[in-house]
Nanobody, 122 residues
Framework: QVQLVESGGGLVQAGNSLRLSCAAS????????MGWFRQAPGKERELVAT???????YVVDSMKGRFTISRDNTQNTLDLQMDSLKPEDTAVYYC????????????????WGRGTQVTISS
């Protein structure tokens, strides 16, 4: 019974910041890679960032320098710090868990949260 619950989404003006969180349960959190994905209106779901079980991070080029992924293995939580937000960042953001400790951008996620809406106004 894996549960991934996102929080922190909302409506903010371009240039502002948001911090998303994901609370995980039902998995051995500290031994599995985690990731953030997003789906914008009219577009396919896309990878945002991943983090290995030990904290190795990857952020997609278009978001590198603005978004930071992190995890707290003592709390079973995953975070996504989003800075300098743009209207193009508007999307539903999903927390995901992998069944391996280290992943590439091509690795399929095993478990998914329900998502949290992020809306950026001009």
């Amino acid at each position: 019974q894996v549960q991934l619950v996102e929080s922190g989404g909302g409506l903010v003006q371009a240039g502002n910041s948001l911090r998303l969180s994901c609370a995980a349960s039902g998995i051995t959190f500290s031994r599995n890679a985690m990731g953030w994905f997003r789906q914008a209106p009219g577009k396919e779901r896309e990878l945002v960032a991943t983090i290995s079980a030990t904290g190795i991070t990857y952020v997609v080029d278009s978001m590198k320098g603005r978004f930071t992924i992190s995890r707290d293995n003592t709390q079973n939580t995953l975070d996504l710090q989003m800075d300098s937000l743009k209207p193009e960042d508007t999307a539903v953001y999903y927390c995901a868990a992998y069944n391996v400790p280290l992943v590439t951008r091509a690795t399929p996620a095993r478990y998914w949260g329900r998502g949290t809406q992020v809306t950026i106004s001009s």
